[in-house]
């Protein structure tokens, strides 16, 4: 059975993160979504919350699962069974970033986990959690940016409804 895991922290998740889920998802017979509950971070949406939304949001791909992890990505993957991570690459600059978290990735798990990159459609290119966070916290417009269920949750975790 292939199996792989999509990690990240989803807070919140975004259309460019479901365009990868549905692109990873059928190249996979199970696609695991893990978000990261980060203790060291104040999010958004608390990680029940984050995985709630991504349920609802893959609902309809039978192969998807999300999960959630705490501490290190090779960890949860050497202790769940997961050798394969697909990341998304928008630009050059995230390009730089994954390959070094990649790379550290590889080498500390001794050759456990590869990391794949899925490059983003170029309509969600310039999509990120942090703006749509900073568009959202001044009710500036967001439905470009993730599903309008979703939306109408992250206005009103700013007291916009
Ligand atoms: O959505 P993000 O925040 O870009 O996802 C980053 C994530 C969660 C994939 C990465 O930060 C991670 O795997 N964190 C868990 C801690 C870990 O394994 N760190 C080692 C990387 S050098």
Not at 80 to 92: E, T, W
Not at 122 to 143: P, W
Request: glycine letters at 4%; charged letters at 25%; aromatic letters at 12%.
């Amino acid at each position: 059975m292939k199996r792989a895991v999509y990690p990240g922290s989803f807070d919140p998740m975004t259309l460019g993160h479901l365009d990868i889920i549905r692109r990873a998802a059928p190249m996979f017979d199970e696609l695991t979504v893990a978000v990261l509950n980060n203790t060291q971070k104040t999010p958004l949406f608390s990680v029940e919350e984050r995985v709630n939304i991504l349920e609802k949001a893959t609902e309809d791909l039978p192969n998807v699962k999300v999960s959630s992890f705490s501490g290190l990505l090779i960890d949860y993957c050497r202790d769940n069974g997961f050798h394969i991570a697909v990341r998304g690459l928008r630009a050059i600059t995230d390009f730089e970033y994954e390959l070094q978290i990649a790379q550290a990735n590889r080498q500390m798990s001794k050759d456990a986990l590869d990391t794949i990159f899925l490059t983003t459609s170029l309509e969600y290119a310039y999509l990120s959690s942090t703006s749509v966070k900073e568009f959202a916290s001044f009710n500036g417009d967001i439905s470009k940016c993730v599903p309008d269920w979703e939306a109408e949750l992250i206005y009103q975790k700013y007291g916009y409804r």
